[in-house]
């Protein structure tokens, strides 16, 4: 009787460390899994898809981090567009002082202010789209101080009459209700503010 008792002690010793490492393995696979969605929610490709690539080296049956992998190659680039935005809104502009601008002066000035802000480190990447003219004639006069880049963007926008959409590379901006087929003006079709050379669109607020 006393060699079954201390048969099955050892067995449970000898057995011990590979529970303790596969319960450690678990609680990892378990918090990179939530750390990825967490990235997911914010825009963070790159880091969604590490996490969810070292969960199934974990645990190569997680189904879960499977299936969030495979999303991700679908939705990467409306995910990069949230990422974008949410760096926008991350930005805070001490001072904006517009007097009688038009929305792509506006814009223009925004980019400079947002990449001051973040010492080059994230640029908005504005395109504007008026293939009318249409913000020839829309003025903006602005006064305003501890906002958020986004909502600068959109009381310049709100003054325009116009609307702006967040792509994964640029914040394209148009007039409101002009379609997108519409008659251009010579020299007004397209302005843009570029990004600066060798900075892609690498967000600083992803680490």
Known sequence: MKKIVIMTIGAVLA?????VAQNSAAGKAAALYKQGLRAVEQGQVETARTCFE???????RHINARYQLKQLSLTSGSLAATRRENSMKAV???AVDFEGLTLPEAVEAIN???EKETKKQFTPNFIVQDPTGAFATRKITLKLGGLPASQVLKYCLESAR????????????????????APAVEGRDEQAVKEPAGKGSRDPFVR
């Open 54 to 60: 070292e969960v199934i080296r974990l645990q190569p």
């Open 15 to 19: 057995l011990g460390p590979c529970a």
């Open 162 to 181: 116009a609307t702006a959409r967040y792509d994964a590379h640029a914040i394209v901006i148009r007039p409101l209700g002009v379609e997108k087929g």
């Open 92 to 94: 805070n502009l001490p």
């Open 112 to 114: 400079a202010l947002v």
